[in-house]
């Protein structure tokens, strides 16, 4: 049976494809077609998880599925991007077919970009550091684990795409502070959280502010995965 690898990083963004609690490395497959594994943050994770589900699940093409900081100032929490490229130190072209199709589906339902997709090995947690990449790189948005997926789909010879829904706009970042408060996979550590909340390195607007762009990068990313299953019928 054929069927499509979904990488996700955080537990957040796997539930917006199906709602149960993911295990690092633990595979799920979902209504047949589609096999699904959290990896946590980063591209090492990625390429792991990625690697896995080709050369142990025998997948027929991969998707880097989840969230990612825009790169230009256009762009919105719950934008769609679904790049043409994918650009780390190198540029993978993701599969023309595949996206195309997707986008097709996705029509008049979200907003969907498919300029290119940086990579980076950390958050970027500044407007500096994000306008910085866009220009380096010409990309409109930023994520970490896509160019690590790419690099398995290209050595394995299968098609590729990313689908990222936009959180946080290119004027606002998550505070560098809070990615201590952060479990590898997303899940937040409440007693670190409280801590950043007393001695106020963290404010709860900030807090609300990212919950709001996470629920409507989680909205779309709930559209776009309906449109995922049907790729294969």
């Not at 077919?97 to 907003?111: E, I, K, Q, T, Y």
């Not at 969907?112 to 994000?130: C, F, H, R, Y």
């Not at 684990?145 to 795409?161: G, K, L, Q, Y």
């Amino acid at each position: 049976m054929k069927r499509i690898g979904i990488v996700v990083a955080m537990q957040a963004e796997a539930r917006c494809i199906v709602r149960q609690h993911f295990q690092l490395y633990q595979p799920i497959t979902v209504r047949d077609k589609l096999i699904v594994i959290l990896c946590g943050m980063g591209a090492q994770a990625a390429w792991r998880a990625a690697a896995e589900l080709v050369d142990q699940h025998g997948v027929v093409a991969l998707i880097s599925f989840g969230v990612a900081g825009a790169l230009d100032a256009r762009l919105h929490s719950g934008d769609l991007v679904v790049p043409i490229s994918v650009i780390n130190e190198q540029v993978y072209a993701t599969d023309g077919s595949l996206r195309a199709n997707l986008v097709r589906r996705l029509s008049g339902n979200v907003n969907v970009i498919d300029s290119p997709l940086a990579g980076s090995q950390q958050v970027l947690t500044s407007e500096q550091e994000k306008l910085a990449l866009a220009i380096r790189t010409g990309a409109c948005a930023v994520d970490m684990e896509s160019s690590a997926i790419a690099t398995v789909a290209v050595d394995r010879n299968i098609p590729f795409i990313a689908v990222r829904a936009i959180t946080d706009p290119v004027q606002y970042s998550p505070p560098a502070v809070l990615l201590g408060a952060l479990h590898v996979d997303g899940r937040i550590k409440p007693l670190s959280l409280l801590v950043l909340l007393i001695r106020r390195q963290v404010h709860l607007t900030e807090l609300l502010r990212l919950g709001g762009g996470m629920r409507a990068a989680s909205a779309t990313l709930k559209t776009a995965i309906r449109q995922i299953e049907t790729l294969l019928d």
